[in-house]
């Protein structure tokens, strides 16, 4: 509906007269207004909550993945805001997940909301704003794994390197390895616990997990079982240094 609305070969002589004159008019009182107002003062503007997923859906005629693109522009722009640009460190963190998940509930199919999430909400220097999105990257994992299984292994990267929380990135990667079992996951996100482990110095607890792996009988790409026997024949060597 939206698309015939906004058609380009739409002949502007369709338009009708008295709605050109009310364009008009409108762009009229809105210089005059512009024109007697003082200097703007440069201030930061509380980030709104948003409204339910069917007030969105009935202001755009049910047009739900043309308003969650909207969106998503609107609030990745919201730290530009005129006369000012925000820190991303002076946003409610809490307030942005609550626009990500009312876009993701706009168009359950999009990876937008996830994307900034871990890359650009996610990346800032405040540990505590970083912990509020990967709880959020978290939670929407384990609505879906196979769908959302590369913003946790990132998640992930960023509790162990960023955070240096090396229990919430084994948390993690542990879901990974538990719920991440379609075959279009990599065998890399599979098996980040054990990788972790051995960062950590664990080298039997890793030793362990890929033994297990293999004699489970649950790894079927050739790949991926190369990976594991490489990895077993590493942390032995490891073990008898």
């Known amino acids: ?22 364009l008009l008019v409108t762009l009229v009182l ?11 003062v440069a201030r930061a503007e509380d980030l709104p909550a948003p409204m339910s997923v069917d007030t969105y859906k009935v202001m755009s005629l049910n047009e739900s993945i043309a308003t969650s693109k909207l969106m998503n522009l ?43 999430a871990a890359r650009v909400y996610g990346s800032v220097t405040d540990k505590k704003r970083q912990r509020i999105m990967l709880d959020y990257i978290f939670r929407k994992f384990n609505e879906a794994p196979n769908q959302h299984w590369r913003w946790l292994a990132h998640a992930a990267v960023v509790a162990r390197h960023n955070l240096n929380d090396m229990e919430l990135a084994l ?15 990599p065998y890399w996100a599979k098996d980040m616990e054990f990788i972790l482990l051995e960062d950590m110095g664990e080298i ?38």
Do not use: C
């Open 1 to 22: 509906m939206l698309t015939a609305l906004f058609n380009k070969d739409r002949p502007l002589g369709d338009v009708p007269k008295s709605v050109v004159g009310l």
């Open 30 to 40: 809105q210089l005059f207004w512009h024109s007697h107002q003082g200097a703007e």
């Open 74 to 116: 609107w609030l990745q722009a919201f730290d530009n805001q005129p006369g000012v640009s925000l820190s991303f460190h002076r946003l409610d963190y809490g307030r942005i997940t609550q626009w990500l998940e009312t876009i993701m509930q706009l168009d359950n199919r999009g990876h937008y909301p996830m994307l900034v």
């Open 171 to 185: 948390k993690y990667a542990q879901a990974l390895r538990e719920k991440a079992t379609a075959s279009n996951v």
């Open 204 to 241: 039997e607890a890793a030793k362990v997990l890929v033994g297990a792996l293999i004699e489970s009988g649950e790894v079927s790409d050739p790949y991926e079982m190369n990976f594991l026997v490489e990895k077993i024949k590493e942390l032995e060597d490891k073990s008898t240094k």
